[in-house]
T-cell receptor, first 112, second 111 residues
Framework: DAEITQSPRHKITETGRQVTLACHQT?????MFWYRQDLGHGLRLIHYSYGVHDTNKGEVSDGYSVSRSNTEDLPLTLESAASSQTSVYFC???????????FGPGTRLTVL | DAKTTQPPSMDCAEGRAANLPCNHSTISGNEYVYWYRQIHSQGPQYIIHGLKNNETNEMASLIITEDRKSSTLILPHATLRDTAVYYC????????????FGKGITLSVRP
């Protein structure tokens, strides 16, 4: 069955380190998204992509970057991890029609 | 995207129907109503969406008022596994396909 996976599921890192979170989907969806979820803020959009080599900033993109070299993957990179980036990160994908987003299981990131 | 208003929480008995309300009084003509839910520690899960007609799938039914200013998600026979946060989201489809999640409504299904 087609699916969307995230790795690692849990990560502990130190302030200042570069961290990359992986997202892989097998639906061949054009659209992919990264969200973070924190208590009191709900889900907030970090970056999104509408296709290979396309990337766009969401509402909380500072300190994060993405690149889309193929349809299946959209890795999220924290250039220099900060404690404020401790959060649960969700990846999602969708096809344009129907425009329904399907979410991965999440990655819990702790920055010490 | 138009703003939605949901009560913070509700509960229902297992086996009974759960009716989750949502107000979206500023919805535009091209905006759909989407419902997602998030079970504790899991990623959000798509439930259903609609434009103006009532919709039903294997998970739920969506009832949208004629003026489209409010809607109700119906889980016909709630189970304990339906305990989750339910998000009502209003958005247009197409190139700008971002979802904006509010606080949602916490549904607690009691035995």
């Amino acid at each position: 069955d087609a699916e969307i996976t995230q790795s690692p599921r849990h990560k502990i890192t130190e302030t200042g380190r570069q961290v990359t979170l992986a997202c892989h989907q097998t639906w061949n969806h054009n659209n992919m998204f990264w969200y973070r979820q924190d208590l009191g803020h709900g889900l907030r959009l970090i970056h999104y992509s509408y296709g290979v080599h396309d990337t766009n900033k969401g509402e909380v993109s500072d300190g994060y970057s993405v690149s889309r070299s193929n349809t299946e993957d959209l890795p999220l990179t924290l250039e220099s991890a900060a404690s404020s980036q401790t959060s649960v990160y969700f990846c999602a994908s969708s096809e344009s029609i129907p425009d329904t987003q399907y979410f991965g299981p999440g990655t819990r990131l702790t920055v010490l | 995207d138009a703003k939605t208003t949901q009560p913070p929480s509700m509960d229902c008995a297992e086996g009974r129907a759960a009716n989750l309300p949502c107000n979206h009084s500023t919805i535009s003509g091209n905006e759909y109503v989407y419902w997602y839910r998030q079970i504790h520690s899991q990623g959000p899960q798509y439930i259903i969406h609609g434009l103006k007609n009532n919709e039903t799938n294997e998970m739920a039914s969506l009832i949208i008022t004629e003026d489209r200013k409010s809607s109700t998600l119906i889980l016909p026979h709630a189970t304990l596994r339906d305990t989750a946060v339910y998000y009502c989201i209003v958005r247009a489809t197409g190139a700008n396909s971002k979802l904006t999640f509010g606080k949602g409504i916490t549904l607690s299904v009691r035995p």
